[in-house]
Nanobody, 124 residues
Framework: QVQLVESGGGLVQAGGSLRLSCALSGRTFSFYAMGWFRQAPGKEREFVAR????????WHADSVKGRFNISRENAKNTVYLQINRPNPDGTAVYYC?????????????????WGNGTLVTVSS
């Protein structure tokens, strides 16, 4: 059974930086494409970034491109989301997701496993 545990959330100033981590256990990490999604209060869950199994391919939502960066460290079973210069509308619960496919998906419904999320609050 895949388990995902996010960490690193907290309060960050707009224009500051924060790094989220997500550790996968229970299965072989390198078999899974990984993604980050977020859900703001009253809104639907939305795609933020995803990374292929090998780490060789990444995709970022247009709203975060150039400011956020997804990466993975297969030796540590961990995927990261580096958040730089967040906007105040970036306040949300950030979720890590895993899918046993090469590239994953930007659609939340197509990712198989989810963590419980970590709250990021952006202050202006």
């Amino acid at each position: 059974q895949v388990q995902l545990v996010e960490s690193g959330g907290g309060l960050v100033q707009a224009g500051g930086s924060l790094r989220l981590s997500c550790a996968l256990s229970g299965r072989t990490f390198s078999f899974y494409a990984m993604g980050w999604f977020r859900q703001a209060p009253g809104k639907e869950r939305e795609f933020v970034a995803r990374i292929s199994r090998s780490g060789g391919s990444t995709w970022h939502a247009d709203s975060v491109k150039g400011r956020f960066n997804i990466s993975r460290e297969n030796a540590k079973n961990t995927v990261y989301l580096q958040i730089n210069r967040p906007n105040p509308d970036g306040t949300a619960v950030y979720y890590c997701a895993a899918d046993p496919s090469a590239f994953g998906s930007s659609q939340p419904g197509e990712m198989d496993y989810w963590g419980n999320g970590t709250l990021v609050t952006v202050s202006s």
